[in-house]
T-cell receptor
Framework: GEDVEQSLFLSVREGDSSVINCTYTDSSSTYLYWYKQEPGAGLQLLTYIFSNMDMKQDQRLTVLLNKKDKHLSLRIADTQTGDSAIYFCAESIRNDYKLSFGAGTTVTVRA | DTEVTQTPKHLVMGMTNKKSLKCEQHMGHRAMYWYKQKAKKPPELMFVYSYEKLSINESVPSRFSPECPNSSLLNLHLHALQPEDSALYLC????????????????FGEGSRLTVL
């Protein structure tokens, strides 16, 4: 994940909003993804955004993309204990099988 | 069915053993992947099969041998592994091709946790 960077840890109070940030370097990225990994489990796609979009909202999740700054963020509204997990940002280029993952942000939700 | 199924969930093996990890999907995906993941780290790509042919090998040691018997199955044969190979091995699948509906999303299995003694 040297091309995709994320902060490693985030602690948030239950009911507050969480914001996880990610920066990427490849301007030819086609899709950008947020994956969630709970302890002992595989990766689950939370949401994705196409590179020609600025924002995507899906229930409690809001993704913002700033192509100029190559910055991606994921906002989780009303964070719950079940949101505690590692969140990976990833980028891909169309027709390339390789995803570049960030290092992952460990989100801890406290009561 | 949007699942990728991996077996076994846990595997403990000695350095002289031969074992296999198995992966199955029935979503009609023609690309299948093996990733290795160490604790608290992102997944690292090992192999990609596209239309049952090996298209990417990320310089993986030969003690790992992938096999794609058909479009739904992917195996990873393990032989003479080292303790540092202990990790979570994730299988994934995806659509292939330039179809605008193809978002490139990887569907991951729950993984096989391998311990090499």
């Amino acid at each position: 994940g040297e091309d995709v960077e994320q902060s490693l840890f985030l602690s948030v109070r239950e009911g507050d909003s969480s914001v996880i940030n990610c920066t990427y370097t490849d301007s030819s990225s086609t899709y950008l993804y947020w994956y969630k990994q709970e302890p002992g489990a595989g990766l689950q796609l939370l949401t994705y955004i196409f590179s020609n979009m600025d924002m995507k909202q899906d229930q409690r999740l809001t993704v913002l993309l700033n192509k100029k700054d190559k910055h991606l963020s994921l906002r989780i509204a009303d964070t719950q204990t079940g949101d505690s997990a590692i969140y990976f940002c990833a980028e891909s280029i169309r027709n390339d099988y390789k995803l570049s993952f960030g290092a992952g942000t460990t989100v801890t939700v406290r009561a | 069915d949007t699942e990728v199924t991996q077996t076994p969930k846990h595997l403990v093996m000695g350095m002289t053993n031969k074992k296999s990890l198995k992966c199955e999907q029935h979503m009609g995906h023609r690309a299948m992947y093996w990733y290795k993941q160490k604790a608290k780290k992102p997944p690292e790509l090992m192999f990609v099969y596209s239309y049952e042919k090996l298209s990417i090998n990320e310089s993986v040691p030969s003690r790992f041998s992938p096999e794609c018997p058909n479009s739904s199955l992917l195996n990873l044969h393990l032989h003479a592994l080292q303790p540092e190979d202990s990790a979570l091995y994730l299988c994934a699948s995806s659509q292939v091709g330039a179809d605008p509906a193809n978002t490139g999303e990887l569907f991951f299995g729950e993984g096989s946790r391998l311990t090499v003694l």
